[in-house]
């Protein structure tokens, strides 16, 4: 079945799984769980040596755990579990696009991958018990399928929006999108932070079962609304073959749309940046500015980003509406380059808050501007999925190189502020590429300051 552009209806179902995914990345990629991680893989690393869960170490102490035989640092592990995960996405996304593309069913497929990383984070109330055991190999395959199951529904998710509105309302939607996400997310991280702080922390495991409950359920608005498409096509011997040929159709049109191959390009730096802060900043904010057992300020300082992420990306909406998407992302770029450099230099929990405020008023309105500005720039197409996985691996693959760069950073300079200082080298690509991004599609030479 077809959808009708503009169909209100539609358009409030498609915005309620952000409202109901982002729980995912507040609480378990953000907030909750690397707090969670961060102490049970400390209290592990103690008993290692002797010590009680009461000791307090000495500060500077790299904390490491057991992998595989391996001892490497808990936070370059995380880098590492996130890493992988991503390449999977990266190698799976434009696989399954391309026959949802084919087959007409991108909400199953929707589906399939909220119910996946849903329950992989109900999972997680298991992964203190398995670290205690000495399986943290087992524990953290709860995280990486649950990452899996997040990202690569939102693959499909994305492909949406160009078919519920016309191109002038997508920086709108997808603002809206990406502030419903902020808003839901943080009631639920409120609920958390009353369950953890009122009951205890060995009540945060119960967090993680909330997280999948209310991914799970509000998702269900979404799936109400948003109709089951139809293709021609039927699901023959070949379907997947006949997939992969839509995919290189997909990829032969991709190829001849010059604006849109140095959009990504460009995108592939900075949003490599974007995420990779996103990911790391409160593992740095738990080993550099907040001391062992004083979280309760770093959680402030998440809600503050949520808060003002929600406005920025409304603010960002209305701006690109009187300067242009392309300038938009340059301005909001180079404030992300100054974040890494004030990281680098910031010791104090105010200069930390300040920070946060300032990353909370760029994290929401970049995302919500890429995401839109893709949308705007595809031809005419039905390959949405497809197209969108394009978007998709590109942001995943970035990811990859993040966080492995983050990791193998701390790992050479023993020192995790070299780690966030270097991730500006890639929002600086990412700012020289903005510049080449042409004004329209017939040519590569002018530079878009009006789209």
Request: proline share 2%; aromatic share 16%.
């Amino acid at each position: 079945m077809a959808i009708q552009k503009g169909d209100k209806k539609v358009i409030r179902g498609w915005v309620m799984y952000d409202w109901a995914n982002s729980v995912y990345n507040l609480v378990i990629s953000s907030a909750i769980f690397p707090i969670f991680y961060d102490t049970v893989t400390t209290d592990a690393y103690k008993a290692s040596i002797g010590l009680q869960t009461s000791d307090k170490l000495p500060k500077g102490t790299e904390v490491t755990v057991d992998f595989f035989g391996w001892d490497i640092s808990n936070t370059a592990l995380m880098s590492f579990v996130l890493s992988a995960s991503f390449l999977v996405v990266s190698f799976l996304s434009p696989f399954l696009s391309g026959i949802a593309d084919y087959l007409g069913n991108k909400k199953r497929f929707l589906q399939f991958f909220c119910y996946l990383g849903a329950l992989s984070c109900i999972s997680l109330y298991f992964f203190g018990d398995l670290v205690k055991m000495g399986l943290i190999e087992v524990a953290l395959l709860s995280l990486f399928m649950a990452s899996i199951g997040f990202w690569n529904s939102l693959v499909f998710y994305n492909a949406y929006l160009p078919e519920i509105a016309e191109p002038q309302y997508h920086d709108k939607i997808s603002a809206r999108g990406f502030s419903m996400g902020y808003f839901g997310s943080m009631i639920l991280l409120v609920i958390c932070l009353a369950i953890v702080m009122g009951l205890g922390g060995v009540y945060t495991k119960y967090c993680f079962i909330l997280v999948g409950l209310w991914w799970m359920g509000f998702s269900q608005i979404t799936y109400r609304v948003l109709p089951n498409t139809r293709s021609e096509n039927s699901k023959t011997k070949g379907y997947i073959w006949n997939g992969f040929r839509e995919l290189r159709h997909v990829f032969s049109e991709f190829r001849q749309t010059v604006r849109l191959k140095k959009y990504l390009s460009a995108f592939f730096f900075f949003n490599t940046g974007v995420q990779t802060v996103m990911l790391m900043a409160v593992f740095f904010a738990k080993k550099e500015i907040f001391p062992e057992g004083k979280s309760t300020g770093l959680i402030i300082s998440i809600l503050l980003i949520q808060i003002l992420g929600a406005a920025g990306a409304f603010l960002m909406s209305r701006l690109s509406g009187k300067i242009g998407n392309i300038k938009t992302l340059i301005y909001v770029v180079l404030v992300w380059i100054g974040v890494c450099a004030m990281a680098f230099l910031i010791t104090t929990e105010v200069q930390f808050y300040i920070l946060a405020s300032i990353v909370g008023l760029v994290m929401g309105g970049v995302q919500a501007i890429a995401r839109s500005t893709y949308s705007k720039f595809l031809p005419q197409t039905e390959d949405h999925a497809s197209y969108f996985s394009f978007y998709d691996v590109t942001e995943k693959i970035g990811i990859v190189c993040g966080t492995l760069f983050f990791g193998i950073m701390e790992i050479a300079m023993d020192n995790i502020r070299y780690s966030v200082l270097s991730v500006a080298f890639f929002f600086i690509v990412g700012l020289i590429m903005l510049f080449r991004v042409p004004k329209n599609e017939r040519s590569d030479l002018e530079t878009v300051y009006d789209n």
